[in-house]
């Protein structure tokens, strides 16, 4: 048995216990949830260290039931004292609950075994043994390699490398017991480079992967770092106007992460959301398939059971523009009179909400330079600032920066423009999806084209 | 000794720790060859509960407890935490941090002694204290208000959060202090429907105090102004796009200067001369008409601290002052570099993440004109009333906000309302385009939380009502022609 299976046999004996104790001391259901991690955190700035954190640390989730009365706690403290005050702080504020008609735990049939969890491959014993050293110089080397790519890169915010590992375990009342661990290893490089007028332009990029040997190169991070920070000198706004945008496969993940918070059972059924009643209904041009996929392989957000201990399902979301289904938990579906997508997630404090696993926008055929250069004329963006987003009505209007599109080509750099769309016709005014899908992230989305969008601008 | 949570470091705790055992830990720490060392004992406990549908749905409460242990040598740090105050386990996570001077000589650490903090939020009974009872019986008198105010609110969900964090640090200089910080926030959202249209609206605010906080804003009072955000918004009209006077609304406001200025000005940006401010002391760096300080003594405030998470006492730093930049928001290392004294501005979010510099209460001081007479002075442009959050490049100055609640102003009055609201610009440009302040200066209610590399700390920020000429409005509509 590996380090790992047996410290997650640990942990699924000490959540046991827990959720035993709880049982014993009144509620009708328990749920436990152990977690233990352990990380090295290392940062390098001008090829100096500039730190190196090094720390494990466990911690115990638990929520009751006291009828349909709901509780849950949280504790760093794992001694028999701390122990003690989770479960009686949680059996005394679920008294303190009111009852909810909708609150409960899956119906035992639901739950998932052992033989039907898949393989996720998430687990890199590599990662846990990458040193100080190592980790300091592969730091040094991406920040180096950003300095030596152009000589206008003339200061840094400087480089991380973090390496991480996570062993979990859950046991309930209703009868299921399992754990899961993975692994996570991330470079990330952040350059700055002096502009006119006294300004300064910091950019950045990262790798992050599972397995260790899937961590991009680090000088290619840094070279990346580079190029992205230089492309942004003499940056400048642009007079308002409407205009085609090309998000960039980041900023697109970043207006498909929109879209995942609206597509949620519970902001569905608190109406904080504008997809309220649009499931069969156009949400996207018929150019957008969506999907939620908890079982890939190696990725960020996969996972084979939920935090309920449902098996986990690749979900179809969005079929040629068509909202199939909201992501649900247990309480979200009976809520809305559906059943689970086996969406459940539960926090490390005990509280359970559904939420997405790796949420990816499908990739098409065409090439991102195609895209561009099909555009005459048009914004391409980069990065976006801000929280302009309102999820009851999608109205959307955030800051971004990038670049301009003339004639087919990127142009002059853009930056301190705000665009605007409401994010229902921004979907549906995808008019092109290029092919550049990658997997680094857990909601992912390769480049795509709006139509016409407002920017304001000078 | 009352109440029901207390640290184990604490005097008469399980695991009480003293001056000896300060003066072990940091000797450990120093054996590698480190110039400074320091211990940060955190021990919080949080509560909160959310009344939904008419009904106390979810009650939850967590304890997070461990020491950090810090260890610095020349610029670097070393960093490593432990979650049990066993003093095995606190020696190993000192003997971690010490590794990054590894090969120098062990130094002394100063013997520590307590140091005497003021007491900025003098509660006579902790929110963590009293029964589970009167704080349902709060949410309560919110849903019941919102619900009663107006057929069209179709939702209400209402939340209560409390928490308080006990800390214990000693340093290799010598120094040792406590503080016990307890913080609470309410929160109430709305949402109305109105022939399809559905808006929300919301209100908090809360501050380092106990229920008392609602003797002064009551429920009642919360739920009235979120449903009148929500109304007003169920009216609103696209907003426009492009270049406009906007006047921000005082108290809240403050959060624009915070991201607009305040980061700008955290010392550890300007010591690694990343920040657009660096190198600019006495420098005019905004209109003659801004005095911004950043103020950690004021009573009762969210931001406020007797005591920051390196054991220095923090008052209040004017950073600039007229118009001309003062100085920078400076930690112990930042300090150090610069050649001056730490002035209290070390945070950090937990145990679990070594300190930066970063902001307690930030605000820009009141002036001379009557606000009704700003608004007057406008032909066209943007009042801005709610903030939703905003974001600032530190390397440049360029800042993004989100208003929750905004109207436009025509010929000198405040009309339609505005949806979707975007203000973007440069922190230096807008401080100096700050043509009006007015002197009703207003300290914003306890709302705010800023991030910062991943770390949360509770802020507080304050303003008068202040005029900008010419900023970037991002709306929807582009003006005809």
Redesign the interface.
């Given at each position: 048995m590996s380090n790992a299976e047996e410290e997650a046999k640990a942990l699924v004996d000490l959540g046991r216990s827990v959720m035993e104790r709880a049982i014993e001391g009144g509620a009708d259901v328990a749920e436990a949830g152990v977690h233990s991690g352990s990380h090295l955190s290392v940062k390098v700035?001008m090829s100096?260290?500039?730190?190196?954190?090094?720390?494990g640390?466990?911690?115990l989730g638990l929520r009751v039931m006291v009828g349909q009365r709901?509780?849950?706690?949280?504790?760093?403290?794992?001694?028999e004292?701390?122990q003690r005050?989770?479960i009686e702080?949680?059996l005394?504020?679920?008294r303190?609950?009111?009852?909810?008609e909708f609150a409960g735990p899956p119906d035992p049939s639901e739950l998932s075994s052992p033989t039907q969890w898949a393989d996720l491959d998430t687990f890199d014993e590599g990662v846990s043994e990458i040193s100080?050293d190592e980790a300091l110089s592969r730091a040094q080397h991406g920040e180096r390699a950003a300095f030596d790519f152009d000589p206008r890169i003339t200061?840094?915010?400087?480089a991380s490398f973090t390496r991480a590992r996570g062993v979990s375990a859950l046991v309930t009342s209703g009868g299921f017991a399992g754990s899961d661990y993975g692994t996570y290893a991330s470079l990330v490089v952040n350059p700055?480079a002096d502009?006119e007028g006294?300004?300064?332009?910091?950019g950045y990029h990262w790798s992050a992967s599972r397995h260790y040997a899937d961590l991009e190169d680090s000088q290619a991070v840094g070279e990346e770092a580079a190029r992205r920070t230089i492309a942004q000198l003499g940056a400048k706004?642009l007079p308002?106007?409407?205009l085609p945008v090309i998000f960039d496969k980041d900023a697109a993940r970043s207006i498909l992460g929109l879209f995942a918070g609206c597509v949620l059972g519970s902001s569905i059924w608190?109406?904080?959301s504008y997809l309220?009643d649009r499931v069969g209904t156009r949400v996207a041009s018929d150019l957008v398939d969506i999907v939620d996929d908890p079982l890939l392989p190696r990725a960020p957000g996969s996972r084979a059971f939920d935090g309920e201990g449902l098996l986990c399902r690749r979900n179809v979301v969005v079929e040629g523009g068509v909202l199939k289904t909201y992501l649900m938990d247990t309480y979200s579906a009976r809520k809305l009179g559906q059943t689970s997508t086996g969406s459940a997630s539960r926090s490390p404090?005990?509280?359970i909400s559904p939420s997405t696993s790796n949420l990816i926008l499908k990739a098409n055929a065409q090439s991102r330079d195609e895209l561009i250069a099909e555009t005459k004329h048009g914004l391409y963006v980069t990065s976006m600032?801000?929280?302009?987003?309102?999820a009851?009505?999608g109205?959307?209007?955030?800051?971004a920066?990038g670049f301009l599109i003339q004639n087919g080509e990127l142009s002059d750099p853009v930056?301190?423009?705000?665009?605007?769309?409401n994010l229902d016709q921004l979907l549906q005014r995808i008019d092109a999806v290029a092919d550049d899908l990658d997997q680094r992230t857990a909601i992912a989305s390769p480049t795509f084209r709006v139509s016409s969008m407002?920017?304001?601008?000078? | 000794m009352t109440g029901r949570y207390h640290a184990p470091f604490a005097e008469h705790g399980s695991h009480a720790v003293d001056a000896d055992i300060a003066d072990r830990l940091l000797r450990i720490a120093l054996e590698k060859g480190g110039d400074y060392a320091d211990l940060f004992f955190e021990y919080s406990v949080s509560g909160s509960y959310v009344y939904d549908e008419q009904i106390l749905k979810s009650a939850r409460r967590a304890v997070s407890m461990g020491l950090g242990v810090r260890v610095m040598k020349g610029d670097a740090t070393g960093y490593a935490y432990c979650e049990d105050f066993s003093f095995d386990a606190m020696k190993r996570a000192a003997k971690t941090a010490a590794q990054i001077a590894a090969g120098g000589q062990p130094l002394a650490p100063l013997a520590v002694s307590m140091r005497d903090a003021p007491n900025r939020y003098p509660v006579s009974v902790e929110s963590l204290d009293v029964d589970g009872e009167a704080k349902k019986a709060i949410l309560e008198r919110a849903d019941r208000a919102a619900r009663a105010s107006d057929s069209r609110v179709v939702r209400v969900d209402a939340s209560f959060a409390e928490s308080a964090r006990e800390v214990l640090i000693a340093n290799s200089l010598g120094h040792m202090a406590r503080d016990r910080q307890p913080l609470i926030r309410f929160g109430i959202h709305v949402i109305a429907e109105d022939a399809g249209n559905r808006q929300s609206g919301s209100s908090g605010g809360g501050g380092r105090m106990g229920l008392e906080y609602f003797d002064g804003q009551t429920p009642e009072w919360h739920a009235e102004q979120a449903v009148k955000q929500a109304l007003v918004m169920l009216d609103a009209r696209e907003a426009p796009a492009g270049e406009m006077d906007v006047v921000l609304a005082p108290g809240d406001s403050g959060i624009l200067l915070h991201e607009a200025v305040g980061h700008g000005l955290e010392a550890d940006f300007n010591r690694k001369k990343t920040s657009n401010y660096s190198g600019r002391v006495g420098e005019e760096v905004a209109s003659a008409l801004c005095t911004v300080v950043d103020d950690a003594s004021l009573e009762g405030s969210r931001g406020s601290i007797n005591v920051d998470d390196e054991g220095q006492l923090p008052t209040r730093s004017v950073l600039i002052e007229d118009g001309v930049l003062k100085g920078y928001m400076q930690d112990r290392h930042s300090a150090d570099f610069f050649g001056t004294t730490p002035d209290g501005h070390g945070r950090r979010q937990s145990f679990r993440s070594h300190p930066m510099p970063r902001m307690t209460n930030t605000m820009l001081m009141g002036g001379q004109d009557a606000p009704e007479d700003i608004i007057r002075s406008v032909s066209r442009g943007v009042y801005a009333k709610k903030f939703g959050g905003g974001q600032v490049d530190i390397a440049n100055g360029d800042f993004v906000f989100s208003l929750t609640e905004g109207y436009l102003i025509e010929d000198g009055k405040v009309t339609a309302p505005l949806k979707g609201v975007n203000l973007i610009g440069n922190g230096p440009d807008a401080m100096r385009n700050v043509v009006m302040l007015g002197h009703d200066f207003e300290v914003s209610d306890g709302i705010w939380t800023c991030g910062k590399e991943g770390q949360s700390v509770p802020v507080g920020v304050g303003c008068p009502t202040i005029k900008i000429a010419s900023m970037t409005v991002g709306g929807t509509q582009v003006a005809g022609g």
């Amino acid at each position: 048995m590996s380090n790992a299976e047996e410290e997650a046999k640990a942990l699924v004996d000490l959540g046991r216990s827990v959720m035993e104790r709880a049982i014993e001391g009144g509620a009708d259901v328990a749920e436990a949830g152990v977690h233990s991690g352990s990380h090295l955190s290392v940062k390098v700035r001008m090829s100096e260290p500039e730190l190196v954190e090094e720390a494990g640390s466990r911690a115990l989730g638990l929520r009751v039931m006291v009828g349909q009365r709901v509780a849950s706690t949280y504790t760093s403290d794992l001694s028999e004292a701390g122990q003690r005050t989770l479960i009686e702080d949680a059996l005394e504020l679920a008294r303190l609950s009111e009852s909810d008609e909708f609150a409960g735990p899956p119906d035992p049939s639901e739950l998932s075994s052992p033989t039907q969890w898949a393989d996720l491959d998430t687990f890199d014993e590599g990662v846990s043994e990458i040193s100080a050293d190592e980790a300091l110089s592969r730091a040094q080397h991406g920040e180096r390699a950003a300095f030596d790519f152009d000589p206008r890169i003339t200061n840094s915010e400087g480089a991380s490398f973090t390496r991480a590992r996570g062993v979990s375990a859950l046991v309930t009342s209703g009868g299921f017991a399992g754990s899961d661990y993975g692994t996570y290893a991330s470079l990330v490089v952040n350059p700055v480079a002096d502009d006119e007028g006294g300004k300064k332009r910091s950019g950045y990029h990262w790798s992050a992967s599972r397995h260790y040997a899937d961590l991009e190169d680090s000088q290619a991070v840094g070279e990346e770092a580079a190029r992205r920070t230089i492309a942004q000198l003499g940056a400048k706004k642009l007079p308002t106007q409407e205009l085609p945008v090309i998000f960039d496969k980041d900023a697109a993940r970043s207006i498909l992460g929109l879209f995942a918070g609206c597509v949620l059972g519970s902001s569905i059924w608190r109406k904080s959301s504008y997809l309220v009643d649009r499931v069969g209904t156009r949400v996207a041009s018929d150019l957008v398939d969506i999907v939620d996929d908890p079982l890939l392989p190696r990725a960020p957000g996969s996972r084979a059971f939920d935090g309920e201990g449902l098996l986990c399902r690749r979900n179809v979301v969005v079929e040629g523009g068509v909202l199939k289904t909201y992501l649900m938990d247990t309480y979200s579906a009976r809520k809305l009179g559906q059943t689970s997508t086996g969406s459940a997630s539960r926090s490390p404090a005990g509280g359970i909400s559904p939420s997405t696993s790796n949420l990816i926008l499908k990739a098409n055929a065409q090439s991102r330079d195609e895209l561009i250069a099909e555009t005459k004329h048009g914004l391409y963006v980069t990065s976006m600032m801000g929280f302009g987003f309102n999820a009851v009505t999608g109205d959307f209007s955030r800051g971004a920066s990038g670049f301009l599109i003339q004639n087919g080509e990127l142009s002059d750099p853009v930056s301190e423009v705000t665009i605007s769309l409401n994010l229902d016709q921004l979907l549906q005014r995808i008019d092109a999806v290029a092919d550049d899908l990658d997997q680094r992230t857990a909601i992912a989305s390769p480049t795509f084209r709006v139509s016409s969008m407002t920017l304001a601008g000078s | 000794m009352t109440g029901r949570y207390h640290a184990p470091f604490a005097e008469h705790g399980s695991h009480a720790v003293d001056a000896d055992i300060a003066d072990r830990l940091l000797r450990i720490a120093l054996e590698k060859g480190g110039d400074y060392a320091d211990l940060f004992f955190e021990y919080s406990v949080s509560g909160s509960y959310v009344y939904d549908e008419q009904i106390l749905k979810s009650a939850r409460r967590a304890v997070s407890m461990g020491l950090g242990v810090r260890v610095m040598k020349g610029d670097a740090t070393g960093y490593a935490y432990c979650e049990d105050f066993s003093f095995d386990a606190m020696k190993r996570a000192a003997k971690t941090a010490a590794q990054i001077a590894a090969g120098g000589q062990p130094l002394a650490p100063l013997a520590v002694s307590m140091r005497d903090a003021p007491n900025r939020y003098p509660v006579s009974v902790e929110s963590l204290d009293v029964d589970g009872e009167a704080k349902k019986a709060i949410l309560e008198r919110a849903d019941r208000a919102a619900r009663a105010s107006d057929s069209r609110v179709v939702r209400v969900d209402a939340s209560f959060a409390e928490s308080a964090r006990e800390v214990l640090i000693a340093n290799s200089l010598g120094h040792m202090a406590r503080d016990r910080q307890p913080l609470i926030r309410f929160g109430i959202h709305v949402i109305a429907e109105d022939a399809g249209n559905r808006q929300s609206g919301s209100s908090g605010g809360g501050g380092r105090m106990g229920l008392e906080y609602f003797d002064g804003q009551t429920p009642e009072w919360h739920a009235e102004q979120a449903v009148k955000q929500a109304l007003v918004m169920l009216d609103a009209r696209e907003a426009p796009a492009g270049e406009m006077d906007v006047v921000l609304a005082p108290g809240d406001s403050g959060i624009l200067l915070h991201e607009a200025v305040g980061h700008g000005l955290e010392a550890d940006f300007n010591r690694k001369k990343t920040s657009n401010y660096s190198g600019r002391v006495g420098e005019e760096v905004a209109s003659a008409l801004c005095t911004v300080v950043d103020d950690a003594s004021l009573e009762g405030s969210r931001g406020s601290i007797n005591v920051d998470d390196e054991g220095q006492l923090p008052t209040r730093s004017v950073l600039i002052e007229d118009g001309v930049l003062k100085g920078y928001m400076q930690d112990r290392h930042s300090a150090d570099f610069f050649g001056t004294t730490p002035d209290g501005h070390g945070r950090r979010q937990s145990f679990r993440s070594h300190p930066m510099p970063r902001m307690t209460n930030t605000m820009l001081m009141g002036g001379q004109d009557a606000p009704e007479d700003i608004i007057r002075s406008v032909s066209r442009g943007v009042y801005a009333k709610k903030f939703g959050g905003g974001q600032v490049d530190i390397a440049n100055g360029d800042f993004v906000f989100s208003l929750t609640e905004g109207y436009l102003i025509e010929d000198g009055k405040v009309t339609a309302p505005l949806k979707g609201v975007n203000l973007i610009g440069n922190g230096p440009d807008a401080m100096r385009n700050v043509v009006m302040l007015g002197h009703d200066f207003e300290v914003s209610d306890g709302i705010w939380t800023c991030g910062k590399e991943g770390q949360s700390v509770p802020v507080g920020v304050g303003c008068p009502t202040i005029k900008i000429a010419s900023m970037t409005v991002g709306g929807t509509q582009v003006a005809g022609g």
